[in-house]
């Protein structure tokens, strides 16, 4: 820790339970007990049930899981290539240049994402790129929604990384391509799947764009959720979000265990 | 010849501001030049331009007879270790040896022996299979030297390869890199250093460098003993440099006539007389200074004596006294005429 006096641990500890719990961990315990409640009129919810869990994890719902980790892994992917595709030839760029495209890459987390979700459903409703109605145009919105973030991480990390590397592969006859693929691509590799999952969580809890854009048989989890919650049925939608967390969660540590293996420093 | 190194002035200048002017320099196959100079000398720019990483505005690179000013680096075949090594981190020792050979596309069965006499003639064969963070400084030195020796080149790059390393391994280094040359009598080394021990010890001849000029270029012992201008004399090795006037049969500095070569120097000139610390005795001889010990530091072996000799501070290296004089003691110097030089190029008081 940075704070060495009894004092001011005791004070950071006291900041950290009354300001963290209740607005980061409370609202999550919320989700999971109603998850499990048929009815919450008191201080705790009651009826305790696994109901909503089994509706949860079957038919409308379990197609709808499918539908999500399919979305967000075709856009990570899609994203975390034209990403770092982006970010290596910004880097290559000289200065006037990398800022525009830099600054490119940065529109869509600047835009909201409605505007976006709405600017692509005008975009694609028409010939020659008609991807209304199709499972294509959800996974399009989420890839141009995440790529900023994975332009972003893998720009940081290319400029970290020494280029006393990239010299030395060449002075040893090494190719540019040979230098990207052999040296710089797994030097970059701890950013690229920190920037895969970073897009996968984000694309995962994306909402507001695919509301505008889903067809009937591309329904997103968190539509789902959204739709449960409109029509109240509350606890069964809590038990969707915490199948949605879940599966979120258990994705981004199966990246982490890779990255472990991946970073060499 | 495929070998040797030759700059024809090659200036090189970033935004207008020039850190290489007009560099000519030859190194010869075979033979280890150093680049010696302080931080900003466009030492390391010079071995930059060679390697490819910079394109000189002016001027055109050689290797061998071959122009390779506008060749990319990956098409100049050179070996280059630099200070901080950038060994491969995500490659063992020996994948790291193997990459100039495998980019080369160099055939597998060959590369296997390559790698394995690389790692041979630098000592690290036992530690083929771990990975660089696995080794020590000197041993990650060792390894980039392997890695550029694995490609065969004929001219080796080295840029202050011994900075990073704390001053007993660099000795050790130092004799093994002497013993590298040795073993490779035709590879052109180009060594920049900004330590003259280190370009004392193990250059053919050494290129000084100072303000993105080349100062002087010589043997070490012809710079060591012959100095042409203040910088070299005051960087190669220790140098007391007396500002004197030239007079018949010698110089006069503040009053005091001393005897040395003038080589034809005209009388009345201001000249810069350089001698070696090491050279200037104490007590009575030809060329007597006479001041007061301002400063006396014991090194072991030797006393270094710093003398206020009208107002200029004399420095002198003698065998151990018993005695030592103490500060504020009246001494008399002495030093042999022909262990003084003459400078009259470049001098800096008038």
Known sequence: MLVHSRKAKWAVWTVFFLFFLPLFALPLLVVLGASFATNWSSVLPSGFTTGHYSAATRGEALQALTTSLVTALAASLLALVTGTWAALAAAALKKPYRTVLDALFMLPVAVPSVVVGLAILVAFSQPPFLLNGTRWIVIVAHTVLVTAFAHQSVSAAIVRLDPAYEQAAASLGARPSYVLWRVRIPLLLPSLTAAAGLCFALSMGELSATMMLYPPDWTPLPVLIYAATDRGALFAGSAIAVVLMAATLLVLLAVSRLRTKASYR | ?350
């Not at chain 2, 107002?311 to 030093?335: I, S, Y």
Request: some cysteine; proline content about 6%.
């Open chain 2, 1 to 350: 010849m495929s070998g040797g190194i030759r700059f024809d002035s090659v200036t090189v200048a970033y935004d207008g501001n020039v850190v290489l002017d007009a560099l000519d320099l030859t190194v010869a196959p075979g033979e280890v030049l150093a680049l010696l100079g302080p931080s900003g000398s466009g030492k390391t720019t010079a071995l930059r331009a060679v390697a490819g990483f910079v394109r000189p505005v002016a001027g055109r690179v050689f290797l061998g007879d071959r122009d390779v000013t506008d060749l990319p680096p990956y098409r100049r075949g050179i070996g280059m270790v630099v200070q901080q090594y950038a060994l491969f981190p995500h490659m063992r020792v020996e994948e790291n040896v193997a990459f100039g050979l495998k980019a080369r596309k160099v055939a597998k069965s060959g590369i296997r022996g390559r790698v394995a006499e690389a790692l041979e003639m630098t000592g690290m064969a036992a530690y083929a299979p771990r990975y660089p963070r696995e080794l020590s400084g000197g041993q990650q030195q060792r390894v980039a030297i392997a890695r550029a020796l694995a490609i065969q080149p004929d001219v080796l790059l080295l840029d202050e390869p011994l900075s990073a390393l704390d001053a007993q391994l660099r000795s050790g280094m130092l004799a093994e890199l002497a013993r590298l040359h040795r073993e490779l009598p035709d590879v052109s080394i180009l060594y920049v250093t900004h330590d003259q021990v280190e370009a004392l010890t193990l250059a053919d001849r050494i290129a000084v460098m100072d303000k993105a000029r080349l100062r002087a270029c010589g043997t070490p012992r012809e710079l060591y003993r012959t100095p042409v201008n203040e910088f070299t004399a005051s960087f190669v090795g220790n140098a007391n440099l007396l500002p004197v006037t030239v007079s018949s049969g010698g110089v006069s500095f503040g009053g005091v006539e001393l005897k040395t070569e003038t080589a034809g120097a005209a009388v009345g000139a201001r000249a810069t007389l350089c001698v070696r610390p090491h050279l200037v005795g104490l007590g009575e001889g030809p060329n007597r200074l006479s001041g007061t010990v301002g400063e006396i530091q014991w090194r072991g072996a030797t006393h270094r004596l710093y003398v206020d000799v009208d107002g200029h501070r004399v420095m002198a290296d003698v065998p151990e006294l018993r005695n030592p004089p103490a500060h504020g003691d009246a001494v008399t110097l002495h030093f042999a005429p022909e262990d003084a030089v003459l400078l009259t190029a470049g001098v800096t008081h008038d």
